[in-house]
């Protein structure tokens, strides 16, 4: 799926410059490039999304609802605080506390230096 979404991004991107036509060969050099990332390479980053998944679901409740706001439903942080009825300082705070607990989860499983 990330090819799928790199070479969309791509031809979007030769969309915007009308001015060159698609070159086939940016597509063939990006699908060369993704090879690398298969095999081996795939499994190691599904067994990090699981971790990830995993330090997620053991914050607390509050900590996890303000990530995913922020983070998965991409929502700006004047949004969030509207959504939780605070203000965006709170929000802020709220983010830098459960990113710092997240770290703490990662760093125990080896994910983080």
């Given at each position: 799926?990330?090819?799928g ?21 940016m ?35 509050e ?8 983070y ?26 459960a ?14 230096a």
């Amino acid at each position: 799926w990330i090819r799928g979404i790199g070479a969309r991004i791509a031809m979007d991107h030769a969309g915007k410059k009308r001015a060159q036509p698609m070159d086939p060969a940016m597509l063939e050099d990006l699908e060369r490039h993704a090879a690398a990332f298969d095999g081996d390479h795939a499994s190691a980053f599904r067994n990090r999304l699981l971790t990830l998944d995993e330090c997620l679901s053991r914050l607390p409740a509050e900590a996890a609802d303000v990530l995913r706001l922020v983070y998965q439903a991409n929502l700006s942080l004047k949004h969030v605080a509207a959504q939780l009825s605070l203000n965006e300082e709170a929000v802020k705070k709220r983010v830098q506390r459960a990113r710092a607990l997240l770290g703490e989860c990662l760093h125990q499983k080896g994910l983080l230096a």
